[in-house]
């Protein structure tokens, strides 16, 4: 894991930094274990309070077991954050640009003492998710606020799923995928995947007034749309979700990826490209329960499955990264932005009110 010195405070007046007021970069990711010796810790660390059954958590550690009890999400975000440092570096700012996880080493309750201890005061934080909902945007909210000591402002760029760079990153990906497959286009289907999440969590997502699903899923429609329409306008696709969990008799957005192949087998469907649009690089998530499950789940029903890759490092998608850092510096600074975002789809706020994204099974917590 690459930790980049913290470093005291730039104090280059002559050419002010493009990120100014900001004095460090946050990247905030998830976080996973490292070995064998980490699912369990780690898993306790997700789930802490959260009234997952304990099946659950012992699948869940299956699925890490094998692969040697590490998640690739380290190592992905790593190489993110290392692709980020050098594209803000090309823009002209100086600013260190340093990770902090939620759930495991180096872990923002740490790394935002440290920050602070080296003289820090205003930082701007990029998490490694990219939609709104309480799972994916306001508990990393709560978390920074919690992890922050009383001499650091932490703010936080746009949810940017509805950016140009993010999809078109996934328009390069599915092209490619498609380009792996050579059925008949009647009976080919583009399948868009996220993270299933609980439907009153969904409701409750993003700002008041919400689009009749809630924002999640509103902004998956959008990018899943924009996505298919240029990487191939030809074909159908449809929005499905993976990795549910919680009580059974607690409903979570459907369809399961593993229901919708069989559905589509049922009417003849022959060669699928699952795109995973609701994540930003390599999670458990994508190398087990798409790779793994899903692609067991095709090969039974005789559908090719090709799964389109996440957009990882690709540069259109880090540029975008780092055109919302320097966004978020000049609203900071009180200058007029132009966000860039897909025509007609909605601009992730960068400044929340109460009651966006909240977690209808929790009570409000402090969030940055
Ligand atoms: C929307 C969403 C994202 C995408 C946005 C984002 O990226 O943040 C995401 C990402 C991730 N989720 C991850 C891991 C886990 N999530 C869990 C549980 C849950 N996730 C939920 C939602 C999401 N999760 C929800 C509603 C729960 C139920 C409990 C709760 O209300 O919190 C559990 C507990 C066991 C289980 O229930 O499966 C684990 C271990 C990892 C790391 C994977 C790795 O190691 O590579 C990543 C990137
Ligand atoms: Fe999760």
């Not at 070995?35 to 306790?44: K, N, W």
């Not at 190489?79 to 002209?92: F, I, W, Y």
């Not at 993270?195 to 700002?207: E, Y």
């Not at 690089?281 to 067991?296: I, W």
Request: net charge negative; glycine share 8%; hydrophobic share 40%.
């Amino acid at each position: 894991m690459c930790r980049d010195s913290i470093g005291p405070v730039p104090d280059d007046l002559l050419t002010p930094d493009p990120l100014q007021p900001y004095d460090a970069v946050l990247l905030v990711s998830f976080g996973g274990p490292e070995g064998p010796d980490d699912v369990l810790p780690f898993l306790r660390r997700v789930t802490a309070g959260r009234g997952i059954p304990d099946e659950r958590l012992v699948e869940v550690g299956e699925h890490y077991a094998l692969f040697g009890g590490r998640s690739p999400i380290n190592q992905r975000t790593d190489e993110q954050l290392r692709a980020l440092r050098s594209e803000l570096k090309n823009r002209g700012s100086e600013l260190p640009v340093i990770l902090g996880n939620r759930n495991w080493y180096p872990l923002l309750d740490e790394v935002l003492p440290e920050l602070a201890a080296a003289g820090h005061r205003r930082v701007l934080a990029i998490t490694t998710s990219a939609y709104p909902s309480w799972s994916s945007c306001r508990q990393y909210r709560e978390n920074l606020a919690a992890a922050a000591p009383a001499e650091l402002t932490v703010e936080r760029v746009r949810n940017y799923a509805t950016h140009p760079g993010f999809v078109t990153a996934n328009v390069s990906a599915v092209g490619k995928a498609l380009s792996e497959l050579s059925g008949d286009p009647a009976t080919t289907r583009l399948v868009f995947v996220t993270h299933s999440i609980p439907d009153q969590m969904a409701l409750s997502s993003g700002p008041e007034p919400r689009d009749r699903d809630g924002e999640y899923v509103n902004w998956h429609r959008h990018v899943a749309q924009a996505v298919a329409a240029e990487a191939a306008p030809e074909l159908p696709w449809e929005l499905a979700f993976c990795s549910r969990s919680g009580a059974p008799s607690q409903p979570w957005l459907e369809p399961d990826i593993n229901d919708l192949l069989t559905d589509m087998a049922a009417q003849g469907v022959t060669d699928v490209v699952i795109s995973p649009i609701g994540f930003i690089s390599d999670h458990m998530e994508v190398v087990y329960d798409l790779d793994h499950e899903a692609a067991e789940t095709a090969e039974e029903l005789g559908i090719r499955m090709v799964r389109a890759a996440t957009v990882g490092t690709d540069p259109q998608f880090i540029a975008g990264l780092a055109d919302v850092a320097l966004e978020r510096a000049a609203e900071a600074r009180g200058e007029q932005v132009h966000p860039a975002v897909l025509p007609g789809a909605p601009i992730g706020l960068t400044v929340c009110p109460a009651n966006c994204c909240v977690n209808p099974r929790q009570p409000d917590k402090p969030a940055i």
